[in-house]
């Protein structure tokens, strides 16, 4: 059953039936302009380094990992297990629609070396269908991660920065619209994932 902690977050653990309940340090609730919320410590909030304030019951989903599933999904190892964890995460912050409307928001540069795209994850996880957004490229077919409606869509998820090819350029626009994403996150029924592998955060 789903809680109704939008910081709780479910993480598989190598088994395919067992799921750990995480709760981040913080009460039920809507999330605030006063929140420290942004991508960065949002990752700090999930290992209980910081508090976000909360103000009512009807805040979106959000969840988190440090691993990279969107990488596993299509070319690492433990696809299945990866593929698995995207389902399961979208599932949970959408509070389980089966149709969600997606964002992703990923780099389109490769950088070369074992990372892979994406939007190669995403689709091995079962999602054909999702728009993506990037720093401002102007490649056809993707919007522009400074002016795109969050509201538009269920689940914004956020690729992973190794292994997947986010890149400090849609960081750095993540962390100047949080309170867009705050406000996102607070309309209910739809939140954010957040995939992260990098060893020192950016």
């Keep these: 059953m789903r809680t109704k902690n939008p910081t709780s977050i479910n993480s598989n653990q190598n088994h395919r039936d067992r799921w ?16 420290p919320f942004t991508l960065v410590t949002a990752l700090f909030a999930l290992a209980g380094l910081c508090s976000l304030a909360a103000l009512s019951a009807t805040a979106g989903g959000v969840f988190i990992t440090g691993h990279d599933p969107d990488y596993h999904a299509y070319q690492g190892g433990n696809a299945v297990g990866a593929q698995h964890v995207i389902q399961r995460a979208i599932r949970y ?10 964002l992703l928001v990923t780099d389109l540069r490769n950088p070369l070396g074992d990372e892979s795209d994406s939007r190669l994850g995403l689709m091995a996880a079962g999602f054909a269908t999702f728009d993506v957004a990037d720093y401002g490229s102007g490649t056809a077919g993707v919007f522009d991660l400074h002016t795109v409606v969050f509201s538009n869509y269920d689940a914004v998820v956020v690729a992973s920065d190794y292994g997947g090819w986010l890149r400090q350029d849609e960081l750095d626009i993540l962390n100047a619209r949080s309170t867009d994403i705050l406000n996102f996150i607070n309309g209910g029924n739809r939140g954010l994932v957040a995939f992260a592998d990098r060893k020192s955060v950016v």
């Design 20 to 35: 750990n309940h995480i709760t981040a340090p913080a009460p039920v609730g809507r999330f605030t302009d006063r929140s």
């Design 93 to 102: 912050v959408t509070f389980t629609n089966p149709a969600p409307h997606i």
